[in-house]
């Protein structure tokens, strides 16, 4: 699995070409005689090594290529690895920057980049606050009643203002720059007072309609800056409501927002297919399956080669038989005296399918956590426990089966490898945990033992109250 997230991520940071023209960035510096600086992008708000150049006796390197860089906010890193200092590609692409490391803010110069002098202004502006909110964030340390942390509120919103105020009056006089374009996309809504008629979630509504006002989604210099992937992470676990369908509905309507701008597309569509993937919350595959079956296996995802595109589908498809609510794949088994165990044939009203294996260090704690749990309260539920070996010897099952008293559950294996239960339940790591209801449709799948007993009180405490 994580070698997916590698290869969408590895498939994302492949630069487009833009324009026809190249790049050259002129760098001195004062302090360097030798070695090399670098030159990074960020990605969302990850960060990827564009280029590199070697510094001369004088302390100029030439950072240059015949392939223009995309837009976005640049980082040029020193030899040392450690210190960078953050530049704006746009348009120009052709300057010459100064730089002291004793100072990488007020002693920086730039020629022939208006944007970068611009932006260099804004960082000496911050600068000046920065003693400001060092002393704000020490008040909030020693506030030591509501009176205190009152004030010390007021003064983080005058800075605020102050900062909102400089980019707002930037906005105005700079209009077509990469930095308003960045400054218009940290803004948020200012919700209005409520309308007369209007219910209390009026707030939540008109913030959530409103919040992509001002990001500029039909142009991709927004992609290679953190902004982008902050504005996204707010809005999906914040403004979206956290149930797949609901989430499906503003993942295709983001989507749609970008269709002017392949780059954005790009991003924002491998955002929400990593973001989903990778998603620690039970249910949450489902959002991946569906993106997947609409965005790539359709071809929209133009960027990835077939080997890589394949991947993805597969993984896809490997987890679509078992998203929550589907009906479980029927296994049809041996227990530990070589006879036949069907899941289907087995009546309860919970069934907890355990697939384990008794060399696994993780199953060695949790499995014997699982029967406590069962025998505490779950049997009482109507609980059915089946245990399917994956790994390990007949001996070594056996063994733990009778060391660790697992005399109430329903132990079952593959030896002829005729179920295939690997693929059907998506089973490459263990252990694994699946919980059916009556009708052995999935309910809940690859939760801790804490969270599954959670999910089953409560799950039986309102079936009860119905």
């Known amino acids: 699995m994580r070698r997916l997230l590698l290869l969408l991520i590895s498939a994302l940071a492949i630069t487009g070409q833009t324009m026809a023209q190249g790049y050259q960035l002129t760098v001195k510096l004062k302090n360097y005689h ?270 990835l080669n077939e080997e890589q595109l394949g991947k993805i589908v597969s993984r896809a498809y490997a987890i679509a038989p078992n998203l929550i609510g589907a009906q479980a794949a029927p296994l049809e088994l041996k227990d530990t005296a070589s006879k036949p165990i069907s899941l289907y044939k087995t009546q309860a009203k919970y069934t907890v399918l355990v697939f384990w294996d008794p060399t696994c260090g993780h199953c060695k704690t949790e499995v014997p956590r699982l029967d406590s749990a069962y025998k505490a309260r779950w049997k009482q539920l109507g609980v059915k426990m089946i245990g399917i070996k994956t790994e390990g010897t007949r001996e070594e099952w056996l063994g733990f089966i009778h060391q660790h008293h697992l005399n109430d559950w329903i132990h079952a294996s593959d030896p002829e490898s005729t179920s295939n239960y690997r693929r059907l339940y998506d089973v490459y790591s263990t252990p694994v945990i699946y919980l059916l209801d009556e009708k052995k449709k999935i309910v809940a799948k690859r939760l801790g033992v804490e969270q599954l007993d959670q999910f089953l009180v409560r799950t039986a405490e309102s079936t009860a109250a119905k």
Not at 136 to 156: F, N, P, S, Y
Not at 280 to 288: E, H, I, K, L
Request: aromatic residues 12%; proline residues 3%; glycine residues 4%.
């Open 34 to 303: 030798q070695g090399k600086i670098f030159l990074g992008h960020y990605m969302g708000k990850s960060t990827f090594l564009a280029d590199s150049a070697e510094i001369n006796a004088t302390g100029t390197a030439v950072i240059k290529g015949k392939t223009p860089l995309n837009a976005g906010i640049y980082l040029l890193v020193m030899p040392d690895k450690q210190r960078y200092v953050e530049t704006l590609i746009d348009k120009n692409q052709q300057f010459e920057v100064s730089l002291d490391t004793s100072d990488l803010v007020n002693k920086t110069v730039y020629k022939n980049s208006v944007d970068n002098e611009l932006f260099l202004a804004y960082n000496k502006f911050l600068g000046s606050h920065d003693e400001e909110g060092k002393a704000i964030q020490e008040k909030l340390k020693t506030a030591k009643t509501a009176a205190d942390t009152a004030a010390v509120q007021q003064m983080q919103t005058t800075l605020m203002n102050s900062i909102n105020d400089y980019r707002n009056k930037f906005i105005k006089e700079h209009p077509t720059t990469i930095l308003t374009t960045i400054f218009k996309a940290m803004k948020e809504p200012e919700i209005p007072q409520r309308p007369a008629g209007e219910d209390s979630t009026f707030a939540y509504r008109y913030f959530k309609g409103h919040y992509w006002d001002n990001v500029d989604l039909t142009s991709d210099r927004l992609v290679r800056t953190p902004i982008l992937e902050g504005k996204l992470q707010k809005y999906f676990t914040q403004l979206v409501v956290a149930m797949p369908d609901s989430i499906i509905v503003d993942c295709d309507d983001m989507i749609a927002r970008t269709r002017k701008n392949k780059e954005v597309f790009k991003f924002v569509l491998w955002w929400l297919t990593y973001n989903y993937e990778s998603s620690p919350y039970m249910g949450m595959d489902a959002v991946f399956v569906h993106l997947v079956e609409k965005y790539y296996v359709s071809g929209q995802a133009f960027w």
